[in-house]
């Protein structure tokens, strides 16, 4: 029986996407739009994801991707400066 690959989601809303300089990275890795608002496979492991816009806080969280077949989701939220 084969294994289930471990899956992470960064959710950004459409008003956090159309913020003027987004950036999304995991481990420092810009992350393109098309890797965004879907599962992606990942290995597992500990990552660091982080949003920055221009006039935003920037937005951090760690995501622990423990077993295989976990899913984990995370929503950017990006509050004014």
């Given at each position: 029986?084969?294994?289930?690959v471990a ?70 939220v990006m509050?004014?400066?």
């Amino acid at each position: 029986m084969e294994a289930k690959v471990a899956t992470l989601r960064i959710v950004v809303p459409e008003p956090v996407a159309a913020l003027s300089g987004l950036k999304v990275t995991r481990d420092g890795e810009v992350l393109r739009p098309e890797a965004l608002n879907k599962y992606m496979p990942v290995d597992k492991g500990t990552y660091v994801l982080k949003a920055t816009a221009n006039g935003k806080h920037p937005w951090t969280r760690q995501a622990h991707i423990h077993a295989d077949g976990f899913e984990a989701s995370f929503t950017v939220v990006m509050r004014d400066l």
